[in-house]
């Protein structure tokens, strides 16, 4: 599975971004598709995840209500919608796959090449 991250760039506190992952092989519509971020100086985390097949949505409790992860089957791509957004949003986002639905990076097999997120105060 490949992975292609885009959608990243600067915002002001407040607005919006849509983030995108497209994904290429045979077998990708059996992964589960998870968004992770990572600050400087911080760990990885968790953002959101969607199961590809059935579309069951999971996300990390500072992000529920401001993010919204969705899946466009048509263009295998997954989408990372992010409303008011913060200063502490600030990241690299990576999309990656996982053969099971995680929260935990290390069980992601694939990962994209990561997208920078600045939201200035």
């Known amino acids: 599975v490949q992975l292609q991250a885009s959608g990243g760039g600067m915002v002001q506190a407040g607005g919006s971004l849509r983030l995108s992952c497209a994904a290429s092989?045979?077998?990708?519509?059996?992964?589960?598709m998870g968004w992770f971020r990572q600050a400087p100086g911080k760990e990885r985390e968790f953002v959101a995840g969607i199961m590809w097949s059935g579309g069951v949505t999971r996300y990390a409790d500072s992000e529920k209500g401001r993010f919204t992860i969705s899946r466009d089957d048509a263009k295998n791509t997954v989408h990372l919608l992010m409303n008011s957004l913060k200063p502490e949003d600030t990241a690299v986002y990576y999309c990656a796959a996982s053969k099971i639905p995680t929260i935990t990076d290390r069980r992601y097999d694939y990962w994209g090449q990561g997208t920078q997120v600045t939201v200035s105060s």
């Open positions: 092989g045979r077998t990708v519509s059996s992964y589960y």
